[in-house]
């Protein structure tokens, strides 16, 4: 797994691939560095973001979990208007675990409500 993280060549699935057995060794660092990774690899991911701004969340990394999210936030609003049938991170956010440390911040609840679906 470490080559896998110092390997120029490591694609997003291959990061991701690390980041997951990393979590289940319970390797904090690292999970960390491959996400870091991942976003650095593939910046237009929603996802990676996403599960970056997740992990920095449960470490208690709010400021860094917020801004994760808020741009994890802003390319699936993107992705969005590009193809509607994208899955929306939106909805993630709302349920998602993993922020449960998140949920109670004013800045969380406004990041939230600046990327609320419109209804129709």
Do not use: C, H, I, W
Not at 5 to 32: I, S
Not at 55 to 62: G, I, P, V
Not at 87 to 93: E, G, H, Q, R, V
């Amino acid at each position: 797994l470490d080559q896998v993280l110092t390997n120029p060549a490591a694609d997003a699935n291959m990061l991701t691939v690390a980041a997951n057995y990393y979590a289940q060794m319970g390797q904090v660092a690292k999970v960390e560095n491959a996400l870091q990774l991942l976003v650095k690899k593939v910046p237009d991911n929603p996802e990676g973001r996403f599960d970056l701004a997740a992990f920095l969340a449960m470490q208690n990394k709010t400021p860094q979990a917020l801004e994760a999210l808020s741009n994890a936030l802003q390319q699936n609003a993107a992705r969005l208007t590009r193809d509607a049938t994208a899955p929306n991170l939106y909805s993630s956010a709302t349920a998602d675990t993993r922020l449960a440390s998140l949920r109670a911040l004013p800045e969380f609840q406004r990041l939230l409500d600046s990327f609320k679906p419109k209804q129709p």
